[in-house]
């Protein structure tokens, strides 16, 4: 197995157990987890700060959280969203 096809395959396995806690994470912790998820899976999508609705306080913190890892790779995106899920819901 190449180094790309076990992220692939680590990074399944971090969004399904992501999506299947019952962990309660700090709001800081669950916007990394939602701007690396959509770096890995959409990237160089990010809705443009002008679509942002007035007064949308959640909108305006994905944002700004897309905007901190749009310089990551897919690849780099998948392998931070891997090392949150170890860190904060398997190991906590």
Aim: proline share 3%.
């Amino acid at each position: 197995m190449t180094r790309k096809e076990k992220i692939e395959v680590d990074f399944e396995k971090a969004v399904l157990t992501a999506s299947k806690t019952d962990r309660k994470l700090p709001p800081d912790i669950m916007l990394s987890l939602y701007a690396h998820y959509k770096q890995a899976t959409q990237r160089n999508h990010i809705i443009p700060y002008e679509k942002l609705a007035d007064n949308d306080l959640r909108g305006a913190f994905k944002y700004n959280a897309m905007i901190q890892l749009k310089e990551l790779t897919t690849l780099e995106a998948k392998e931070g969203y891997i090392k949150l899920v170890e860190t904060y819901i398997l190991k906590s």
